[in-house]
Every structure is written in C-alpha cells, then in structure tokens.
C-alpha cells in the first residue's frame, strides 16, 4: 500500500449530507471482477445525463480541471452499501484523504484498508473549511498524519482521531492482511482452545 | 458491571488485543455473493493462496442473476461472467455453492437462516451491508468491503476496532396491520440515516419478543440504514424453534447440547449502554419514505414535512427536487406506476403472505407494473405449496424468480427514469433502483394496497387511529 504522512492540495467540495456509496459509484458499474479504473465511474450519476454525456458545469468536473488530493464532503459520508469499489473509485481519481463530519462504518474500514485517509473533523471546523474553500477554491488545504492534524488559512487547525495502529500501517504502508497473516499462530491456536 | 449480549459474543471470539487498535476476531460464518468477492479470490491467488477454511464460507449469485428465464444463459456478458467466477472461485477453494436454479438459491441473506447455516452467538459477515440480517438470530453480524472479505478468506479473522452500543427498546402492542418494516422505518426516522454510525444494536421489547423471526430479520436488516454496525436481537425459544430441522443445522443431541448454551445469550440486567432509546408500539403506523435516504420517512396519511432528522441541510431540498414532492405535500392518494415486492428485507415466505392476504379477491389496478421476487427458490417452493402462487394469480400478478432483482437494479429489473415505485426494499437513495427511479419504501401490505390502488394508500388491514394530525 502506498505510505501516506503529509498531504498539501486544494480541495474537491461535495458538500451535501448523507452521501451514499450509490452516489459514489452507482451498482451497475459493480459487474467487473478487476478492481481497476473505477476513478472515471466516480459520482458517475452527477456528471453524465442518461445518455452519458457530460453534464455541462457539474459539481465535479468543474472542479477537477487540475488535480487535487483532498475531498470535502457533508456529514454521514459513505452511508449505504458495503461496495469496497467506492473507496477505490476515490482513490482511483486520485484522492488521498476525504474530510467530514462523520463517516459510516464500513466506508471508514474500506477506505483505510486502500491509503486513502478518512478525516474526521467537528461539524464547526467542516462547516467554517466549506465556507472558507466556496469564496476561495484555490484555498490549499494541509493534513499531517504524525500530527493528527488539519489546517487550512482563515479556518485554523484541528486535530483528528486515528489509533496509534492504524497510523502506523498508513505512515508505513502495511496493511491489516499482513498482520493477521503475521499472527496464524495465535489464530490457530485459539482454534484449537475452542474445539477442546 | 454486567455483559452484553453484544460483549457475551465479541469476547468469545476476540482472538488477540492490539494495544490502541482493533482486536483480531474470529468469523464462524462467512457468507459470500459474486459482486463483492471476485477481487478477493484474484488477491488471494496473487499471493500463491487457498481459503483457510472453506468450510466456514458459503456462496450463493443473487445480486446480478435475471428474474425471468433462469434456464437460460444470462444476457448481460458482464453479469454472467461475474456469476461464472463465483463458480469457479468457489470450486478452486472448496467452497459450497449454492448456483442459479439450486434449490438452496437466493438472496445470500434469505438462504443463509433459511439453510440453516447461520445458527446463535456467532461472528457472521458478508461483503454485504444487509449482513445485519443474521443478527435476527443474536450474532454480531455485519457487512464487510472486498479487502476483508480477502482477510477472512486467508486467517479466517478480521481487525475490528469495538463499536460503541445502543439499546432500541420497544413496548406495548403494534395495531393490527403495521408490520416489522413499518417498525424499523419508524425508528430510523425518529433517529436519523446516521443516527447510530459508529453502534452496534440491540432490538429489546415487548414488540420484538413478540416478533416472527422473518420480522426480527426485516428489523436488523436495515440496522445499517441508520448508519449501525448491526442489530441484534436476544435468541428465545421462537429462534430455536426455527433453526430445528434446517438442512445445516445440528440436529438430535446436539442440537439439544447447542440450545442449552444459546440460552446464555442475552444481556445482564446491569449492563449499561452507550445509548438507550425507547419508543411506544402505539405510536407506530404503516409507513412510507418521501426521500432519498430511509430516514425520510412518514407515517401514510402525514404530509411531507420540511426537514428530517440528520437531513436538514443542502440534502433535503435536493431529495424532494429528485422525488418530485413539495413540502407539506399529502402523499396519500398520489398515484405510482411501479410496486417491487422482494429483497433482503421484505423477500422472505411471511411478506408473500400478507401480500397475497392483503390482495386476495382484488386485483391489480390498471397501469402499475408490479414485480414479485420471492427471496429465495425456498420461499418461491413454498408460496406454491401454501397456495399463495393461487391467490396472485387470480389477482392478475405474476411471481417472478429470485434474486435481489430490483432492489439495486444490477440486473435487468430497472425502474424507468421518472417513474414511481413502491418498493419493500430497504433504500431509496437516487439512482438505486435505475437511472432517475423515485423509490418510495414501505412495507408489503401498504405495497400490497399501492398494487391494487395503484396509489399510496394505508392498508384495508390497519386497525390503529384513524388519522393523524
């Protein structure tokens, strides 16, 4: 997995409340069995009509003309299905870290378990991040993972929650299959305990 | 301080402790379909992997499979490919499978209770939100992404950090004519599409106690759809006495041995929760959503009102600019085109039942297409056994086959753009149900009276207040 510590960028904003994983990559882009290219279908629905053309000016494509690493987006994030291909599909276009108020569950785990960071901030400090990057869209957005920390100018800075396991795997690129795969023994052995 | 039922279960199974992390957790039942774990066999294989424990892991192809014509080779190249790996996949590892026109087909979480293979205290995941299903049956059960379905796969395990957890206790007697779906809706609507993120919960009451197991499923079904981790319900005598007989279920002495142990699962009256929430049985009617997330729910009867708890920002107009309604719109009497009975949540032999019972000497009204998915071939074997086949087809409906069908719309079973649909399934967001779809969520005798009114109407059935202000 690649190694996340600092991230500097501007901001994608999806401001909305509740958005659901059918939102983030609809089902019927779901038949592929290769977990690739899913960045092109990302919020597929808001960007193209039914006859897959581009809708002009959409929310998203309007603020992608450069890259960016950072997604902003209104609370309850992720809600809905446990399709992994969202987190892929955020990753795939490139982002490294989703800010929000609150995340669902499984969206969390799926996103941690692909280097891509939820980061999880108050209502206030989303709300003030949201306002500050509508009056300026090239507002450059910092997250530091050692710190736990984000910052942005005129919103100020607030730290976010990660235990100190999962900080690491992210700092150093491990993941959570290398460690169980590390640990048979103790898995093994609480097999045998059970069955005696 | 006293145990949960929740602790009871994830400290049986708690492997190992990782200071400021998850804890390692055992699986004893891992139930998987062909959308969420091709990527998980190929990341297996990459590594030079088996399954550890193929015996633990059960497949059924439900998501992409057609609902007409199941002897026939699926059209869509991609949904028939996606259902070929599952085969494959599932015969390179030992796995059973449960394929198309099997009669232990059906939606993963119709056949996994249905087959006996999900029993009491158990660790069951899926990569699959609807998971929560199983913990009808007092399991933590909860939906998994691909990179743990590959977790479980090669140690059997998964790193699960402990949720928080919350008591949801109903009491009192529901009316006549409000069923389990209507219930859950009820509740997600007074706590929000996020209100539990983060909890694991536990169904207590009078009215769970009181509940079928096809009913507790439908419950902790849409445990999700309030943003938990699950749901689960304490096993009683009702649970054992469905799992008795079932095709992979202990039987004789062992069965009996088993039982005994399930009886420890509950929750100590000392315990105490992160939150508690009660809410009085007479206070729930049939139920409708207006929106785009199942918290935006009202009884039938109530106008749409101008928020919804968890939804009151940008997101609420835009769910009513998407459904086509205003605020302080009466949603009763508005005509729809589609009614969709099925799914994990409201697929199951007691929704069929009450359908048919509810339309039995009607019939179907003029312009609503109305599609019926029984949840598995079981449920579809049994509403001809019981002759609810009969009843429906003198009221002009035809049964369909099973599958999760229109649901999610991945396979063929797609609500037009624009269009109106009363759908027993468990999510209205935009899009779910097919291109620019207006899902409107309810329980099986309001789809049932919407099938043969063709409108949104409060069930013959209901025998609660009158009307509501």
Known sequence: MRKITEIHSRAVLVPTENIDTDQIIPARFLKTTSREGFGEKLFYDWRYDADGRMIEDNIIDSQMKERKCILVAGDNFGCGSSREHAAWAIADAGFMAVVSSSFADIFRNNALNNALLPVQVSHGFLAALISAIRSDPELAVDIDLPSQSISAKGVGTERFPVNGYKKECLMKGYSDIDYLLAHKDSILRYEAERDA | ?469
């Not at chain 2, 990179?147 to 206790?169: G, K």
């Not at chain 2, 209507?182 to 694991?200: E, H, K, N, P």
């Not at chain 2, 013959?460 to 207040?465: C, D, I, K, Q, V």
């Open chain 2, 1 to 469: 301080m006293g145990k949960t039922l929740f602790d009871k279960i994830w400290e049986a199974h708690r492997v190992m402790e990782i200071p400021d992390g998850p804890d390692v957790l055992y699986i004893d039942r891992h139930l998987i379909h062909e959308v969420t774990s091709p990527q998980a066999f190929n990341a297996l294989k990459s590594k030079g992997m088996k399954v550890f424990r193929p015996e633990r892991t059960f497949a059924t192809c439900d998501h992409n499979t057609p609902t007409l014509h199941q002897e026939l080779p699926i059209g869509d190249p991609a949904s028939a490919e996606a259902v070929a790996a599952l085969a494959r996949n599932t015969s390179d590892n030992g796995i059973r499978h449960f394929p198309l026109g099997d009669p232990g087909n059906g939606i993963v979480h119709v056949i996994g209770p249905e087959q006996g293979i999900v029993l009491c205290g158990q660790t069951v995941v899926c990569g699959d939100s609807h998971t929560a299903t199983h913990g009808a049956f007092g399991n933590i059960a909860f939906g998994i992404g691909t990179s743990e379905v590959e977790m479980v796969f090669a140690t059997q395990c998964l790193m699960q950090s402990r949720p928080r957890q919350a008591r949801i206790t109903v009491d009192g007697k529901l009316a006549r004519g409000v069923t389990p779906k209507d219930v859950i809706l009820y509740i997600i609507s007074r706590l929000g599409t996020g209100g539990c993120t983060g909890c694991f919960v536990e169904y207590s009451g009078e009215v769970f106690r009181n509940m079928s197991m096809d009913g507790r499923m439908t419950v902790c079904n849409m445990s999700i759809e309030m943003g938990a981790k699950g749901g689960i319900v304490a096993p009683d005598d009702t649970t054992f006495a469905y799992i008795k007989g079932r095709r992979f279920a202990p039987s004789g002495e062992e069965f009996d041995r088993r039982v005994a142990e399930w009886k420890s699962l509950y929750t100590d009256e000392d315990a105490v929760f992160d939150m508690e929430y009660r809410f009085d049985a007479a206070d729930i009617r049939p139920m409708i959503t207006y929106g785009t997330n199942p918290g935006m729910g009202v009884p039938v009867g109530s106008a749409v009102p101008d928020k919804a708890v968890g939804c009151d920002g940008p997101g609420f107009d835009k769910a009513l600019a998407y459904m086509g309604f205003h605020k302080g719109q009466q949603l009763e009497g508005f005509r729809i085109d589609y009614v969709f009975l099925g799914s994990c949540t409201n697929g199951r032999i007691e929704d069929f039942r009450a359908f048919a019972g509810a339309v039995k000497g009607r019939h179907k009204a003029d312009g609503v297409t109305v599609w019926l998915v029984p949840g598995s071939k079981e449920v579809e074997r049994m509403i001809e056994e019981e002759g609810i086949g009969k009843i429906l087809k003198e009221a002009g409906f035809e049964l369909r086959q099973p599958g999760c069908s229109a649901c999610l719309a991945m396979n063929a079973d797609k609500i037009p753009e624009g269009k109106y649909a009363v759908s027993t399934s468990n999510r209205n967001f935009e899009g779910r149900q097919g291109y620019g779809a207006r899902t409107i969520l309810a329980g099986p005798l309001v789809a049932a009276e919407a099938a043969v009114t063709g409108r949104i109407s409060v069930p013959l059935s209901f025998e609660g207040a009158p009307s509501i202000a």
